[in-house]
């Protein structure tokens, strides 16, 4: 017999297998109903909860008892395999990608790494890195790791800028998770197996797609909305006039996401891509690690992370600010919030609020736990 959160799992995986193509409206018909076994149960007559429902969607719908058929088969075969399901409801959700509005329902997880790290960066190039581009992201990941102990690196896995990042991200004792475009019983490209075995352990792999899905082009495009959804910033290292990095930067901005992008030589093929998103003010021009910390206002991630080593929990008599202490009074009624709950609550953008939590951190007033939730000490 099956937990409702086994059954919730279930009927996420049937409606993303039943509406592949349409993903804003399954995410909108979720977000609407609150939960994936009530859409299910409702599947049949599914006028019920979307009057204006398309007539195709109708029809997919009648196909729902095949697709739990699929799904019971599918979380079989994850189970099986270690692999973690995560849906919309789960806390271990990446909560930056569900603010997306094509996020998907049902998303497939092997690794240690928290998802809801308070820093994550996504970093994407060119398949076709020059020596150029990976000193960059040498330089870039060693001056990163000094400034911001503690940040999720998250890259496609691919040939080139990502493996870069990835394998920089490893040396530097970063956490980092490969986001890829077919299911997790595969990888490809398969010459980064020893690389992706070490990210299982510091990291981890991605991905929206169930076992058995090949990776086809189209694929690759869909993987790149979660590599930027899942990140507060996305930084291009090398890319070509029409590289694929820069679909993913669009994404990104799309997503109203910080976009960011080395220069370089005019002229250069894989530097053109990175000059006109700079130029056409796509992405804000940086030239170190410094640079972009300084734009995000993460500059004092080293201070906390020596404070916490140094065991100072908290001042004697902080003092809040106005906006602190409504944090505080939210977190005083009901403990132990996600970002996503704050914001709503205190009617404070997320961006605002991370940089509250922050200093409330420093001050030793709260602390975060796993699933990006915050405790008021």
């Not at 039943?18 to 804003?24: A, Q, V, W």
């Not at 959700?93 to 603010?99: I, S, T």
């Not at 998303?107 to 998802?115: D, R, V």
């Not at 869909?222 to 669009?250: F, K």
Request: a negative charge.
């Amino acid at each position: 017999m099956r937990t409702m959160k086994e059954q919730e799992t279930l009927s996420a995986i049937a409606l993303t297998h039943i509406s592949y193509l349409n993903l804003p409206t399954l995410l909108a018909l979720y977000q609407q109903v609150g939960s994936a076994r009530d859409i299910v149960a409702h599947g049949q007559n599914i006028r019920d909860l979307l009057p204006d429902a398309s007539d195709r969607l109708v029809e997919a719908f009648r196909g729902i008892d095949s697709a739990l058929r699929f799904a019971e088969s599918e979380l079989r075969t994850v189970e099986s395999m270690g692999i973690r399901p995560l849906t919309m409801g789960d806390e271990d959700y990446p909560q930056r990608l569900a603010e997306c509005p094509d996020a998907p329902l049902v998303l497939y997880y092997k690794g240690t790494a928290n998802l809801n790290q308070t820093r994550v960066v996504s970093i994407v190039g060119t398949r076709r890195a020059t020596p150029y581009g990976q000193d960059l992201i040498r330089r870039f990941m060693s001056e990163l790791r000094m400034l911001c102990p503690q940040v999720l690196v998250v890259s496609g896995l691919a040939y080139g800028i990502d493996i870069c990042a990835h394998r920089e991200a490893l040396a530097q004792g970063y956490e980092t998770v490969g986001v890829l475009a077919h299911g997790l019983d595969d990888l490809y490209p398969p010459r980064h197996r020893q690389t992706a075995d070490e990210m299982l352990q510091r990291g981890g792999l991605l991905t929206e797609f169930p076992t058995g899905t090949r990776p086809d082009k189209v694929n690759f495009v869909r993987r790149n909305r979660i590599v930027a959804g899942i990140a507060d910033a996305t930084l291009l290292v090398e890319s070509a006039a029409h590289g694929g990095g820069l679909i993913t930067t669009r994404i990104a901005r799309d997503y109203n996401r910080d976009v960011f992008a080395f220069p370089g030589a005019v002229g250069a093929p894989y530097s053109e891509g990175c000059n006109q998103l700079i130029r056409d003010h796509g992405a804000e021009l940086v030239t170190s690690a410094r640079d972009m910390v300084e734009a995000m206002g993460w500059q004092t991630d080293a201070q906390l992370s020596e404070a916490q080593s140094k065991g100072i929990e908290r001042q004697l008599f902080p003092e809040l600010t106005e906006e602190e202490q409504r944090v505080v009074a939210l977190l005083s009624r009901q403990n132990d919030l996600q970002v996503n709950t704050l914001s709503v609550q205190s009617n404070l953008p997320v961006g605002r609020l991370a940089a509250l939590l922050f200093s409330l951190e420093m001050k030793g007033v709260v602390k975060t736990l796993a699933g990006g939730t915050y405790h008021l000490l």
